[in-house]
């Protein structure tokens, strides 16, 4: 028997990732491997769970992953750890289309319990209602207990407490409002830069939440059965030279994606803002980030541009990659600041729209599945996709979009998951026949 939880809340903004980044590290700190996961397609809470935890975060995703691979992922990583801990997406049952992909259903899927985070600085009693809504709305999932979020005194406790216990929810403690241990956020979510010391503010929300909770009740709460050992045939190494892209620029992966590229050989990083020169590869990957933010220091990189103009083997680009590939990014005010140009578009972010959405991808038989996430916008869309490229969302509706297919350069605005279709990538890329 192990813990093992899924950390949810009834919508976002309650301070989920805030309790699962103390947890992570207060629980490290007692000698625990804690080993965390995030449900979803978000590239940037994962790496604060992997600062707070000291292990990688890993995403687990029921739209995007097939579910014998997402339990084979799960289980071999869970099975590395003493205590497993998946943040949750949105609200509990928030999905793709109702429920599914969603915290909810992941929990239910995998067969363990829910804790959940309630927002409770503006609620009193109200919370048997809620809580008593969530504990019976889906039977398919356990709620383990409840953690009450920005709490106002001992005394404002005390009636949650009465509250939680009327509606048959075990209440696992509370947590005081302390503006100290939020952190900030960027358009894209978590912000990840050199302006905020993440590893103080992870002790600190740490030291907050162990003076409140009880973490030895938390964890006999949420044992459950050890995962079952997923069987695995190893794949033979391949002979490919793999480089990609990773800086500040750019660094939205999946961890998963790099286990599947390394199937196809050897694997070294290198980094657009820096980087004299490519490195020797046969596959090129830009992951998506944020060049947008260092833009004068991308195009002064002209001997790194000039020789991406000259690269003859293949390139997989998506987003922020994608619009490196392409012949200008103008930035807020109107400048444009001159890329890689190997892609014959230009993409703005002086009128920033949101896209967002699960996506489907069909390249002739091959299908990926992914998801966008993204404010720029193209400054004219090109006519690029052709009858054999189909674009879907998670109803399984035609979208409109664009996805750069030649024979050696894939690239869009979707971010790939082929943790799962490895051999897919390959063909697609023009890799294998």
């Known amino acids: 028997m192990k813990p093992q939880f899924l950390i949810a809340a009834p919508h976002s903004g309650a301070g989920k990732t805030t309790i699962t980044l103390a947890l992570l590290r207060a629980l490290q700190r007692s000698g625990r491997r804690v080993q965390p996961f995030k449900c979803g397609p978000d590239y940037l809470d994962p790496k604060h769970h992997t600062l707070a935890a000291g292990r990688e975060s890993v995403n687990l995703d029921a739209f995007m992953m097939p579910e014998p691979h997402l339990f084979e992922v799960y289980q071999r990583y869970a099975r ?90 075990p209440v696992l403690g509370y947590l005081p409002e302390r503006p100290d241990i939020r952190i900030p956020s960027r358009h894209l979510g978590l912000h990840i830069s050199g302006e905020t010391d993440y590893n103080s503010v992870i002790g600190t929300a740490a030291d907050h939440l162990s003076e409140h909770i009880d973490l030895e009740l938390l964890l006999q709460h949420t044992l459950r059965p050890e995962p079952a050992a997923a069987v695995i045939t190893p794949a033979s190494p ?17 961890r998963e994606n790099i286990a599947g590229l390394s ?20 596959l090129l990957y830009f992951p998506g980030g944020y060049p947008e933010l260092h833009l004068p220091q991308l195009a002064a990189n002209t001997t790194l541009l000039q020789q991406l103009r000259q690269y003859e083997g293949r390139i997989l680009a998506e987003c922020g990659g994608m619009m ?67 674009i ?42």
Do not use: C
């Open 80 to 169: 590395q750890a003493d205590v497993s801990i998946i943040e949750g997406v949105m609200g509990l049952f928030d999905g793709a289309h109702k429920m599914e992909g969603s915290s909810a259903a992941l929990a239910a899927l995998l067969d363990i319990p829910v804790i959940l985070v309630v927002d409770a600085q503006a609620m009193a009693y109200s919370a048997a209602a809620l809580l008593y809504g969530y504990r019976h709305f889906f039977p398919g999932i356990t709620l383990a207990g409840v953690i009450f979020n920005f709490v106002n005194a001992p005394s404002h406790y005390r009636i949650l407490e009465e509250a939680a216990d009327d509606a048959g929810v």
């Open 238 to 254: 391949g002979r490919l030279q793999i480089a990609i892209a990773r800086d500040e620029a750019f660094n939205f992966t999946y």
């Open 263 to 282: 199937q196809l050989g050897d694997i070294r990083y290198f980094s657009p803002l820096t980087a004299a020169s490519l490195p020797p590869a046969d």
């Open 324 to 390: 490196y590939l392409g012949e200008n990014i103008i930035d807020e005010n109107g400048q444009p600041w001159p890329m890689a140009g190997l892609l014959k578009v230009s993409t703005s972010m002086q009128h920033k729209a949101l896209t967002l959405g699960y996506r489907e991808i069909h390249i002739g038989n091959e299908v990926f599945r992914g998801h966008e996430f993204h404010y720029s916008q193209y400054e004219t869309v090109p006519e690029i996709t052709g009858p054999a490229i189909r």
């Open 392 to 433: 879907l969302n998670a109803r399984q509706e035609t979208v409109a979009g664009v996805v750069f297919h030649t024979p050696r350069i894939l690239a869009g605005y979707m971010h790939f998951y082929w943790g799962d279709n490895i051999e897919g990538l390959q063909r697609v890329l023009g890799l294998v026949s």
